[in-house]
């Protein structure tokens, strides 16, 4: 990896010219000390780097030094690719500096105008893909998967079941898939001989293997992740189908957007009111839900759900009146 961002320093200072320690450890996603230990590497090699003091200072190249970097190679097409498809590497991961090179080539590409419109959208749009609670769990195996897939190659994988149960397994990964920010990888499995789905971050060990596959001419990804979904999604049907909690509630407005995610059964209006039979799946989900939004609407069904808003109101009531 940091040989990529040494590419990217070289870049960026052959792009823009004088550019302060700071600024490069920004847009590299590093520390200002990664990128002073970069900078010594690259002098030591041979690469004519300048230091100017000054409060317009900082790294340059010397004058009339320039390089030819600017030209995209297959690697930074598909990782541009995959990125306009809203598909990102994992942080401080190999594929990762290489995005963020390609989009350095690109911006080196295009005239001085369009390079500032660049430089300016990068500045002003972030994309946050952790939660607001709890931590996303990076998966570093991403980067493999994803070589793997575009090579052609056998993975060897340690797997861990739902049930915590590992196997080992020899898979030809067909294609990923990015769902709520989760990899998963389809691939036929040589152990139970049919093309299965893998979520990524249930592997394990990870092994490329010296051989390679033939994709079969018939297999769509988009397809099979289609079938896919709807066979888990007729595996719930039952549960969800036996779980079922109607709530009837009142709107003096209309306010379907707020339970948005539940089955509406009915809407019914009569004069300025909204009543609307919703299938909430159960008491415990209803109850969660329905009070922080007890301000704006009336439960009229069923009584426990009613009973339940009114005694945790009266509580929150006491509670006040004893301050």
């Given at each position: 990896m940091r040989l990529h961002r040494l590419l990217g320093i070289i870049m960026l200072l052959d792009s823009r010219g004088i550019m302060k320690a700071g600024n490069l450890a920004k847009i590299l996603e590093t520390s200002e000390r990664t990128i002073y230990r970069d900078i010594d590497i690259l002098c030591e090699a041979g690469i004519p780097i300048l230091s100017i003091p000054g409060p317009n200072g900082g790294y340059s190249f010397m004058e009339n030094y320039k390089i030819n970097s600017n030209a995209l190679e297959s690697g930074d097409v598909v990782n541009l690719l995959l990125s306009s498809m809203g598909i990102r590497p994992e942080k401080n991961t190999e594929t990762d500096q290489q995005l963020k090179?390609?989009?350095?080539?690109?911006?080196?590409?295009?005239?001085?105008?369009?390079?500032?419109?660049?430089?300016?959208?990068?500045?002003?749009?972030?994309?946050?893909?952790?939660p607001w609670w709890g931590k996303r769990i990076l998966d570093q195996n991403v980067d493999i998967i994803k070589k793997a897939v575009l090579s052609l190659k056998k993975l060897k994988i340690d797997y861990k079941k739902y049930d915590n149960e590992v196997s080992g397994r020899i898979i030809r990964p067909y294609g990923a898939v990015v769902k709520n920010s989760e990899w998963y990888v389809a691939a036929f499995c040589e152990t139970k001989n049919e093309i299965r789905v893998f979520k990524c971050s249930r592997i394990g060990n990870i092994e490329v293997l010296d051989e390679n596959f033939s994709l079969p001419e018939s297999f769509s990804l988009e397809e099979f992740w289609g079938k896919s979904k709807q066979h888990f999604a007729r595996q719930l049907s039952p549960k969800t189908e036996s779980n079922n909690y109607p709530v009837k509630m009142k709107f003096h407005t209309e306010k379907k957007q707020l339970l948005e995610g539940f089955h509406v059964q009915a809407i019914t209006k009569t004069k300025d009111k909204w009543v609307y039979d919703i299938d909430m799946i159960s008491f415990e989900t209803a109850r969660n839900v329905i009070f922080s939004l007890s301000d704006r609407i009336e439960v009229l069904e069923p009584s426990e759900l009613r009973e339940y808003i009114l005694e945790k109101a009266n509580k929150i009531i006491n509670l006040y009146k004893t301050i």
């Amino acid at each position: 990896m940091r040989l990529h961002r040494l590419l990217g320093i070289i870049m960026l200072l052959d792009s823009r010219g004088i550019m302060k320690a700071g600024n490069l450890a920004k847009i590299l996603e590093t520390s200002e000390r990664t990128i002073y230990r970069d900078i010594d590497i690259l002098c030591e090699a041979g690469i004519p780097i300048l230091s100017i003091p000054g409060p317009n200072g900082g790294y340059s190249f010397m004058e009339n030094y320039k390089i030819n970097s600017n030209a995209l190679e297959s690697g930074d097409v598909v990782n541009l690719l995959l990125s306009s498809m809203g598909i990102r590497p994992e942080k401080n991961t190999e594929t990762d500096q290489q995005l963020k090179n390609a989009v350095i080539k690109l911006e080196n590409s295009v005239s001085k105008e369009h390079r500032e419109e660049i430089i300016k959208a990068k500045e002003r749009f972030f994309i946050d893909q952790d939660p607001w609670w709890g931590k996303r769990i990076l998966d570093q195996n991403v980067d493999i998967i994803k070589k793997a897939v575009l090579s052609l190659k056998k993975l060897k994988i340690d797997y861990k079941k739902y049930d915590n149960e590992v196997s080992g397994r020899i898979i030809r990964p067909y294609g990923a898939v990015v769902k709520n920010s989760e990899w998963y990888v389809a691939a036929f499995c040589e152990t139970k001989n049919e093309i299965r789905v893998f979520k990524c971050s249930r592997i394990g060990n990870i092994e490329v293997l010296d051989e390679n596959f033939s994709l079969p001419e018939s297999f769509s990804l988009e397809e099979f992740w289609g079938k896919s979904k709807q066979h888990f999604a007729r595996q719930l049907s039952p549960k969800t189908e036996s779980n079922n909690y109607p709530v009837k509630m009142k709107f003096h407005t209309e306010k379907k957007q707020l339970l948005e995610g539940f089955h509406v059964q009915a809407i019914t209006k009569t004069k300025d009111k909204w009543v609307y039979d919703i299938d909430m799946i159960s008491f415990e989900t209803a109850r969660n839900v329905i009070f922080s939004l007890s301000d704006r609407i009336e439960v009229l069904e069923p009584s426990e759900l009613r009973e339940y808003i009114l005694e945790k109101a009266n509580k929150i009531i006491n509670l006040y009146k004893t301050i």
